[in-house]
């Protein structure tokens, strides 16, 4: 079960603020492409559940994970997580032709497979979005702010995965409070976004 802390800020200010203020905390800058998969008769979205490839960089590494029935109430993300590192030209091979992921060799892809009896139809790629992640160390919390930019625009939010989230948010939004900066719960997971086809409002 992966749990996570996840603020909304409103705007690229709030996030230059934030990421200024942080500066001497920073520990790396990820840049990530993040693409969907579903069954051809949505398989995995109506069992709510999510399969992902997210490659970091210029093909550095990809990463395929398997969420499902995530939950988000009030700035805390719970969701069943399931990952596992795959070889970038692979990983591509499958986003130029879904059906390769019927025969990749994969834990994941077979678990996909097998639990959610995808049909003859096979996968569709439902398409994605990139995203710069810049790390922090700060206050024994491991930060994650995000600049996600969508065809439709870009949002901008605080992530942090931790064992106590309420703790853990209490400490963020003190922080966010004693700079001015301005921020809201996350009310939908990046992919809810990118599905909507809207920025949340």
């Not at 492409?33 to 069992?47: C, H, K, V």
């Not at 639990?115 to 439902?126: A, I, Q, R, W, Y």
Request: with cysteine; glycine share 6%.
């Amino acid at each position: 079960m992966e749990v996570e802390v996840k603020i909304r800020l409103p705007d690229s200010s709030a996030h230059r603020a934030v990421s200024a203020l942080l500066s001497s905390f920073h520990r790396e800058t990820q840049r990530q492409q993040n693409l969907f998969f579903d069954g051809a008769a949505g398989e995995l979205s109506s069992r709510r559940a999510v399969l992902r490839l997210r490659f970091y960089g210029d093909d550095i590494r990809c990463v395929v994970s398997l969420k499902a029935k995530a939950i988000l109430v009030n700035g805390v993300s719970r969701v069943e997580e399931d990952e596992e590192e795959l070889e970038p030209s692979i990983g591509h091979d499958c986003v130029a032709d879904p059906s390769k992921l019927s025969e990749v060799d994969s834990r994941i892809f077979r678990r996909v497979r097998d639990e959610f009896e995808v049909g003859t139809g096979g996968f569709v790629c439902l398409g994605g979005f990139k995203n710069v992640r810049d790390v922090f160390e700060w206050k024994g919390l491991k930060l994650e702010l995000d600049e996600t930019m969508y065809d439709f625009g870009t949002c901008f939010e605080i992530e942090c995965e931790s064992s106590n989230p309420e703790e853990a948010k209490q400490v963020i939004e003190e922080f966010l409070k004693e700079n001015g900066i301005s921020y809201s719960d996350s009310e939908a997971s990046k992919f809810a976004i990118f599905r909507s086809g809207k920025l949340p409002q």
